[in-house]
T-cell receptor, first 111, second 114 residues
Framework: GENVEQHPSTLSVQEGDSAVIKCTYS??????FPWYKQELGKRPQLIID?????GEKKDQRIAVTLNKTAKHFSLHITETQPEDSAVYFC??????????FGTGTSLTVIP | NAGVMQNPRHLVRRRGQEARLRCSPM?????VYWYRQLPEEGLKFMVY????????ESGMPKERFSAEFPKEGPSILRIQQVVRGDSAAYFC????????????FGPGTRLTVT
C-alpha cells in the first residue's frame, strides 16, 4: 500500500517569511495530492490540490509542487500570517479514491 | 449548502458500551469515507462506502467495528464493546461521483471512552 511521509513535524516562522512542507509517497499509482489545513478542534479543510499531470499549482499565497519521478510534493506558503498557524496534512490518493495522509506539520507563525 | 454533517459532536461511552456515529454527506455526494484521528496524530483511513455498498474497508479493525451507508439516511459507523483505545476523533468525508478526488470533511465526532 501507499506510505506517505511528511516533514517537518513542527515549523515556526516569523510573520512575512515563507514556509515549506515536504511529503514523499511510495506508490507510483498515486495521482492526486491534496493538502489540508486543520485548526485546533476543527475539521480538516482542503486548501489546494494537484494532479499528477501538473508540476505546479498556485493559489494566491499558496503553491504546491509535484515531482513524480522522485515521488515528492511540497506545499509553499509565502508572506505567512498568524492565521496560517495550524496543522497541515498532505495526502496521496489514486484510483481507489482512498487517501493516505501524512502525519502532519504543526505550523506556528510568530507575529 | 450545509456541508458534511456529523452527530453527535461529542460522545462519552463507558467501556463495553456501543458507540454509533452518524454522517450525512454533502448534497449530491454519494461517496463517504471514515477516518480516525488519535490525539496529535494524522488521519487514518478506515472505510469507504457508496450507497448500500462497502467499497474498501481495509483500514477498519476486523472486530467490533462496522459501517453502513443505507439507501436512505446517514452513514453510520458502529463500534461495539468500546475500549479506552477507541477514544479518538472520528471524521467522515464525502465526495461526488464525478469529482471523487475532492473529499470534504465533517466536523468530527469526539469519542471518549471512560
Amino acid at each position: 500500500g501507499e506510505n506517505v511521509e511528511q516533514h517537518p513535524s513542527t515549523l515556526s516562522v516569523q510573520e512575512g517569511d515563507s514556509a515549506v512542507i515536504k511529503c514523499t509517497y511510495s506508490d507510483s499509482a498515486s495521482n492526486y495530492f491534496p493538502w489540508y489545513k486543520q485548526e485546533l478542534g476543527k475539521r480538516p479543510q482542503l486548501i489546494i490540490d494537484i494532479r499528477s499531470n501538473v508540476g505546479e499549482k498556485k493559489d494566491q499565497r499558496i503553491a504546491v509542487t509535484l515531482n513524480k519521478t522522485a515521488k515528492h510534493f511540497s506545499l509553499h506558503i509565502t508572506e505567512t500570517q498568524p492565521e496560517d498557524s495550524a496543522v497541515y496534512f498532505c495526502a496521496a490518493g489514486g484510483n481507489g479514491n482512498q487517501f493516505y495522509f501524512g502525519t502532519g506539520t504543526s505550523l506556528t507563525v510568530i507575529p | 449548502n450545509a456541508g458534511v454533517m456529523q452527530n453527535p459532536r461529542h460522545l462519552v461511552r463507558r467501556r463495553g458500551q456501543e458507540a454509533r456515529l452518524r454522517c450525512s454527506p454533502m448534497k449530491g455526494h454519494s461517496h463517504v469515507y471514515w477516518y480516525r484521528q488519535l490525539p496529535e496524530e494524522g488521519l487514518k483511513f478506515m472505510v469507504y462506502l457508496q450507497k448500500e455498498n462497502i467499497i474498501d474497508e481495509s483500514g477498519m479493525p476486523k472486530e467490533r467495528f462496522s459501517a453502513e451507508f443505507p439507501k436512505e439516511g446517514p452513514s453510520i459507523l458502529r463500534i461495539q464493546q468500546v475500549v479506552r483505545g477507541d477514544s479518538a476523533a472520528y471524521f467522515c468525508a464525502s465526495s461526488s461521483a464525478n469529482r471523487g478526488y475532492e473529499q470534504y470533511f465533517g466536523p468530527g465526532t469526539r469519542l471518549t471512552v471512560t
